[in-house]
């Protein structure tokens, strides 16, 4: 069966898929879901995303810029929510991190657009955002460094794992991990790195035992699933 690729985002498999990424990105090469700056409406930079960095948040101001991100999404010129979340070991109280989380999986509930998750050590508080909301959005946990068992937690959920650089450290216990989730559970990503996504591919490729079309197709489908809203027929339910 064919992927179910979004129509707004024609693709083909010859390019490889990277969730998550900041600066600037050749859309020609990659199929890119972008963190772009406020206010960013170019009408072929698509998918982007954008939301409120918990190392950003003050307290005096992050209810004002949220609303000019809930403005924007309103006008449905983004297509997911994010990045945004929780941080233990940077970023302003945790409380405070709670509260602009909150707003974000609110108006993602309210809009349909799936979000984008940073977390730090805070994976249970997220867990009880996600479980006591009854959310049925995917959300993308990016640049996931946690344990295996509270990945399984976030994937029962209904969530996805991001993977990234860290995949490249022989050492690294999201090698294991990869192995052991599913297929469709998981998408790469550069994140702020200048990495190329065709390196992490050779490398999840080799752990998974995909070959490189096999990898991509299952990445687009994956990569759809996750953007697929209302305005796009492919989403499930
Ligand atoms: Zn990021």
């Known amino acids: 069966m064919p992927p179910t690729v979004p129509e707004s985002f024609p693709a083909t498999w010859s390019r490889p898929v990277d969730a998550h ?4 990105v050749d859309r020609s090469r990659r199929l890119a879901l972008r963190v772009v700056d406020p206010g960013s409406t170019i009408a072929e930079d698509r ?41 233990r070991l940077r970023g302003p ?8 989380f909150r707003a974000h999986r609110d108006l993602s509930e309210e809009l349909r657009l799936p979000l984008v998750v940073h977390n730090v ?30 990945a399984r937690q976030f994937l029962d959920a209904g969530c996805l794992l991001g993977l990234g650089r860290d995949l490249l450290h022989p050492e690294s216990p999201r090698r294991a991990l990869l192995a052991r ?5 998981w998408l790469l990503e550069t994140d702020d790195s200048s990495l190329p ?29 996750f953007l697929g809203t209302p305005r796009h027929p492919s989403f499930p339910g």
């Open 21 to 24: 990424v900041h600066g600037s």
């Open 47 to 87: 998918p982007r995303c954008w939301g409120l960095h918990p190392w950003t948040l003050e307290e005096a101001t992050w209810g004002e810029r949220f609303e000019t991100l809930a403005a924007q999404a309103r006008r449905g010129e983004l297509d997911a929510l994010g990045e945004t979340g929780m941080d």
């Open 93 to 100: 109280d945790l409380s405070l991190q709670e509260d602009a």
């Open 121 to 150: 050590r805070c994976g249970s508080e997220l867990l009880r955002l996600r479980k006591s909301h009854r959310s049925d959005l995917p959300w993308l946990l990016h640049g996931w460094t946690g344990s295996v068992t509270q």
């Open 181 to 185: 989730i599913p297929r469709d559970s």
């Open 197 to 225: 996504i065709e390196k992490l591919e050779i490398v999840a490729g080799s752990i998974t035992g995909q070959d490189l079309q096999e990898l991509r197709r299952q990445q687009h489908e994956t990569f759809a699933r």
